[in-house]
């Protein structure tokens, strides 16, 4: 499945490649910014089986172009194995993981 | 993980599967802000960058701090005393970025952030950091 954006009122809903890296940054970077504040992004993860830690970089700066602290994120449908990556880079603490 | 560009130098690799992913974290924040300096494409907001910079030394500190305290680590004022600066220095020069009165003052701040954040990064994982991983690995603290 590759990567794929939809827009319905102020949530936006993406849903990410088997492979979040690199090679999607751009398409990250413009499916996640220009939003107004009141939105939402669901990040479903479900084809998700291998990250490094440059998406790691790109869901920060997410966090951070959508409201820091007050962003609305939620991070969904996680395998185990990526889910255990998400707890070491201690991601648990800075976002809401499903 | 996938393959991918290279982003902390492998002589950091401390064998500490949270440690390492977390300085790789802040290698891969150093490097947008280069890539951001660097007027490459799709670049980020200087100041975004910051901001994601802020929270995530704070939240991996807090995560060292945190090991050093449950282990008992004898060293941890001393290695509190490490990050103290990097936030001090850092937050100085993140005042400036924001007090600055043009674009390219703005670009030239970012520029020694950045400068800063490597060789603080450099010689804390080097060594301070080098020294902690080996005494959590031997507790057996992941
Ligand atoms: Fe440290």
């Not at chain 2, 991918?4 to 401390?14: R, V």
């Not at chain 2, 995530?56 to 001393?78: I, T």
């Not at chain 2, 936030?87 to 800063?116: C, M, N, P």
Request: proline share 2%; aromatic share 10%.
């Amino acid at each position: 499945m590759a990567f794929s954006v939809s827009k319905e009122g102020d949530r936006v809903t993406i849903r990410l490649p088997e492979v979040f890296g690199f090679s999607v940054r751009s398409d990250f970077k413009k499916a996640t910014t220009g939003h107004s504040t009141s939105t939402s992004f669901f990040l479903d993860f479900r084809d998700v089986t291998r990250m490094d830690s440059s998406a790691l970089g790109m869901l920060l700066l997410l966090r951070e172009t959508s409201g820091g602290f007050y962003a609305d994120i939620t991070i969904a449908n996680v395998r185990p194995d990526i889910r255990k990556l998400l707890q070491l880079a201690n991601f648990h603490t800075l976002f809401k993981i499903q | 993980m996938t393959e991918q560009e290279c982003y902390m130098p492998e002589k950091f690799i401390l064998q500490h599967p949270a440690i390492d992913m977390q300085h790789e974290v802040l290698f891969v924040l150093y490097n947008e802000l280069l890539h951001t300096l660097q007027s490459c494409e799709d670049e980020y907001d200087l100041a975004d960058i910051f901001l994601g910079l802020n929270v995530y030394v704070v939240s991996h500190f807090q995560f060292e701090e945190d090991a050093m305290l449950a282990s008992g680590y004898d060293e941890r004022e001393k290695h509190m005393e490490g990050h103290s600066q990097l936030r001090l220095g850092v937050g100085a020069l993140h005042a400036r970025f924001l007090a600055a009165s043009s674009r390219e003052e703005a670009r030239e701040v970012a520029q020694a952030i950045a400068d800063f954040l490597l060789e603080w990064l450099e010689n804390h994982i080097a060594k301070v950091d080098r020294r902690l991983t080996q005494y959590l690995l031997e507790q057996s603290v992941q």
